[in-house]
């Protein structure tokens, strides 16, 4: 297996913003309660011009000021000006410019946050024809979409896939990874028996964010979390309590720990032999590096299916206009700058962001390394969550519920039912 050294600089400032997400949350609204109208106009091929104040978090914002430089060249009238916010501050910060109308003309806005400001009315509409929808990842591209209408754009991705020991799969007689759930839970199993690992793999057995491992079997399954229009939760359902009682299965059976492991103690684990497998996004191809983990004893695979590839979850930041900025015509000729391919090639070059825009893996770095490859694979068939204002209490319902069949404590159908009452009882907020 080859593994991109770009990638791996990039993938701890990835891995941040990851656990920054973790407890993110998304909703919708109707299109007319923002500006009133289901679209912003059209923008035109004029140059842009003015000043556009821009809000971003992390390294992006570290690095996008710089990097803007070659947008102001193309657009000698207009000049950047990129304020760098810590993650831990933002939601409530574009809470409130969004409340006082004070704020940035763009913002960069983590992926399960868009239906929330979107249903506040914060956010503008995407003006029509800004960019090709078809040209980005579904997923991403979906997530930007509350109560049918968009607000903003993807920028930069993330998923999960599946990380195994090469030596120990080949130990075990694998020559290959599991394709469908049949083979993952055979490789599971031979793993430790057969390769001397304690754990086959490594899930999340509940709490904060063990939604973003679970559901991807349930969605890989045909489950549907909502119906179409965000109204009403549909959560109970027989692949939703079929794929967890797959799920939990690998707890109950020793083939998964059901401790939360402390930090740093997958990747020393991994490294010794103690995990044969885990699910993790791009990130984590460098934790484990850095552990000690040699590039040839590991690799990646698309997460299985019930009877192939599957599905996962799809996160990352998102472009937005604010209802209220100064100059929104700018704003969205910046966001679209951002959001072409070869710009979107060169943040990746930058910052190690995985570009939104799926024709940017076409060609260089992202079309030759065979991990990347994978990854891009994976986003194919990844999915964001029902973009909702109440998702992040819901997700918390998810979760307790997947740590309570995971120990074994609480029947699948019971806990699937419950997590549909509590859900319903909560409401989408739409």
């Not at 993330?158 to 120990?168: S, W």
């Not at 599991?178 to 599971?188: N, R, V």
């Not at 010794?272 to 590991?298: K, M, N, Q, V």
């Not at 679209?336 to 910052?351: I, R």
Request: net charge negative.
């Amino acid at each position: 297996m080859k593994t991109n050294r770009t990638m791996k600089t990039g993938t701890k400032t990835l891995a941040a913003l990851a656990i920054a997400g973790l407890a993110l949350s998304a909703c919708g609204r109707d299109a007319t309660s923002a500006g009133g109208e289901a679209q912003s106009d059209a923008i035109d091929d004029s140059p842009a011009s003015g000043t556009i104040e821009v809000w971003a978090m992390g390294a992006e914002g570290e690095a996008l000021d710089e990097f803007t430089q070659a947008f102001e060249e193309e657009n000698p009238d207009a000049e950047v000006e990129v304020t760098a916010i810590p993650w831990d501050s933002a939601h409530d910060k574009i809470q409130g410019a969004i409340t006082s109308g004070e704020g940035p003309d763009v913002t960069l806005v983590g992926s399960t946050w868009m239906g929330e400001f979107g249903a506040a009315g914060g956010l503008m509409p995407t003006p029509e024809d800004l960019v090709d929808g078809d040209d980005f990842f579904p997923g991403a591209w979906e997530g930007n979409q509350v109560g049918g209408t968009q607000y903003g754009i993807p920028w930069y991705v993330e998923t999960r896939v599946l990380y195994y020991r090469t030596d120990l799969a080949q130990q075990a007689g694998w020559d290959a990874a599991p394709q469908d759930w049949d083979e993952l839970t055979q490789f599971a199993t031979d793993l430790q028996s057969k390769a001397g690992a304690e754990y086959g793999i490594n899930l999340q057995p509940g709490q904060t964010g063990s939604w973003q491992t679970f559901l991807p079997f349930a969605w890989s399954d045909g489950a549907e979390l909502a119906n179409a229009d965000g109204t009403e939760w549909s959560i109970a359902s027989d692949p939703m309590k079929e794929s967890l009682q797959y799920y939990s299965d690998f707890f109950t059976e020793g083939l998964a720990q059901t401790r939360v492991m402390d930090a740093g103690e997958l990747e020393s684990g991994f490294t010794d032999g103690r995990y044969g497998s885990f699910i993790s996004g791009p990130w984590h191809a460098a934790l484990i590096e850095d552990a000690g983990t040699d590039p040839s004893e590991y690799s990646v695979a698309p997460i299985p299916g019930p009877d192939g590839p599957g599905a996962s979850f799809i996160g990352g930041g998102n472009l937005a206009v604010l209802t209220d900025a100064e100059n929104p015509d700018g704003a969205w000729k910046l966001v679209q700058w951002l959001s072409e391919p070869e710009t979107q090639q060169d943040f990746y070059e930058t910052v190690g962001d995985l570009p939104a825009n799926s024709t940017a893996w076409d060609s260089g770095t992202l079309a030759d390394d065979e991990q990347l490859a994978v990854f891009g694979d994976q986003l194919d068939r990844a999915v964001s969550p029902p973009a909702v204002p109440t998702w992040e209490q819901v997700a918390d319902i998810i979760d307790a519920r997947v740590e309570r069949t995971a120990k074994g404590v609480q029947d699948v159908d019971e806990a699937v039912d419950e997590m549909q009452s509590q859900a319903s009882s909560v409401g989408t907020g739409l």
